[in-house]
C-alpha cells in the first residue's frame, strides 16, 4: 500500500471493539461539515428550486460520499497517520478498528451515496459525486500525497466538488457559476493547507509525506501561500463580475479576500526560527475556515434576500 511500514500493533489493541463513534471518526466529521455546508449552499444559490426531500436527499448523498472517501483515506493511511501526533489517536492507528472494517465502510457509503443520488436526483449529479469520491480517495491518497509536494494543490480539486454537485442537482447541467464556485475552494485550498503545514511540518516530515514546507523549506511556502491568496481574490469577485450575484456577494467577497490577503501578508514575510509559534500562521489557518463558511453564506444571503 503506502510507501511507509505499518507499525506493529499489540494483539489486545487488535482486538479493541469499535463502537459506532468510531465509524463516525472514519468519516472526518469537521471536515464534512465544511463539505457538507459548501454542498448546500451551491444546491441553495443556484437558480430555480428543488423539491425539500430531494434537496434533502442530495444534501444527505454529499455527506454520505465524502465520509465514504474520508474512511477509504484513512484505510489507506493507517500506517502513515500512526506516525504522525494530530492522527494517531484515529481508530485504526490505535487498534480499535481492523483495516478491512474500514476499507468496506468507505465503498459501502461512497456506493449507497452515488446509488441514491442517481436514483433520486439525476446521473449527472451523481457522476460528479462519483468523481469526486475517486479523486479524493485514489487521486489524491494514493497517487498525488505520497509522491508531490504539489499534492494538495492539484487534490484540492477533491473538496471543492461540493457546491458544484449541489448546484448540479438543481439546474441539471455545468454552468460558468459552478465552475467558479469549485475554482474558489480549489484555490482556497494550498493558503488554507499550508499554513497548517507549516507548524506541523515535523509530523509531515517523520511520516515521510513530501509537503511543500518539508520539500521547498518554509520560505518557498510563504510564498507560495501569498501567491495563491493573491489569485484567489479576484476569483471570488468573477461571480460577481459575470452578473451570477449581487452586490451582497460581491461586498461580502471583497472585504474577505483582503482579509485573507491581509493575515497572509506577515505569513509570507516572516522568518520563523525553530522554536517560534507561529502565531501568524496559525491565525490564517483559523481565518481561512471562517472565511469559507462566511464567503458561501453571503452567496446563500445574496441568493435569498435578491431573488
Not at 505520497?146 to 438543481?170: D, E, H, S, Y
Not at 509525506?209 to 468573477?238: E, F, K, S
Request: charged share 10%; aromatic share 10%; proline share 7%.
Amino acid at each position: 500500500m503506502s510507501t511507509v511500514s505499518n507499525p506493529p500493533v499489540s494483539a489486545s489493541a487488535v482486538q479493541l471493539p469499535a463502537d459506532w463513534r468510531d465509524f463516525v471518526a472514519l468519516t472526518k466529521p469537521r471536515v464534512m461539515s465544511l463539505v457538507v455546508f459548501t454542498g448546500l449552499c451551491g444546491l441553495l444559490a443556484a437558480p430555480g428550486s428543488i423539491n425539500p426531500v430531494l434537496g434533502f436527499a442530495a444534501i444527505l448523498c454529499i455527506a454520505l460520499g465524502a465520509g465514504g472517501a474520508a474512511a477509504l483515506n484513512q484505510w489507506w493511511e493507517a500506517d502513515i497517520d500512526a506516525l504522525m501526533k494530530r492522527t494517531s489517536r484515529r481508530p485504526l492507528p490505535t487498534g480499535r478498528m481492523a483495516r478491512t472494517d474500514a476499507r468496506d465502510f468507505g465503498v459501502a457509503l461512497s456506493c449507497i451515496s452515488v446509488g441514491i443520488m442517481g436514483l433520486a436526483i439525476h446521473w449527472l449529479a451523481a457522476a460528479v459525486l462519483a468523481v469526486s469520491i475517486v479523486y479524493y480517495a485514489v487521486v489524491y491518497t494514493i497517487w498525488l500525497k505520497p509522491r508531490t509536494p504539489q499534492n494538495i494543490v492539484i487534490g484540492g480539486g477533491a473538496g471543492a466538488f461540493p457546491p458544484l454537485i449541489g448546484w448540479i442537482a438543481v439546474t441539471g447541467e455545468i454552468t460558468a457559476m459552478p465552475v467558479l464556485l469549485f475554482a474558489i475552494i480549489f484555490l482556497w485550498t494550498p493558503p488554507h493547507f499550508w499554513a497548517l503545514a507549516l507548524f506541523v511540518r515535523s509530523d509531515y516530515a517523520n511520516a515521510g509525506i513530501p509537503m511543500l514546507p518539508v520539500v521547498a523549506g518554509q520560505a518557498a511556502t510563504r510564498r507560495q501561500i501569498l501567491i495563491y491568496t493573491l489569485v484567489l481574490l479576484p476569483v471570488t469577485l468573477a461571480p460577481w463580475a459575470i452578473g451570477g450575484t449581487g452586490a451582497i456577494y460581491g461586498i461580502a467577497a471583497l472585504a474577505l479576500s483582503a482579509a485573507f490577503t491581509v493575515l497572509a501578508l506577515p505569513v509570507a514575510f516572516r522568518r520563523s526560527g525553530a522554536d517560534d509559534p507561529m502565531r501568524p500562521e496559525k491565525r490564517l489557518f483559523g481565518f481561512s475556515i471562517i472565511y469559507l463558511f462566511a464567503l458561501f453564506g453571503a452567496l446563500v444571503a445574496d441568493r435569498m434576500l435578491l431573488a
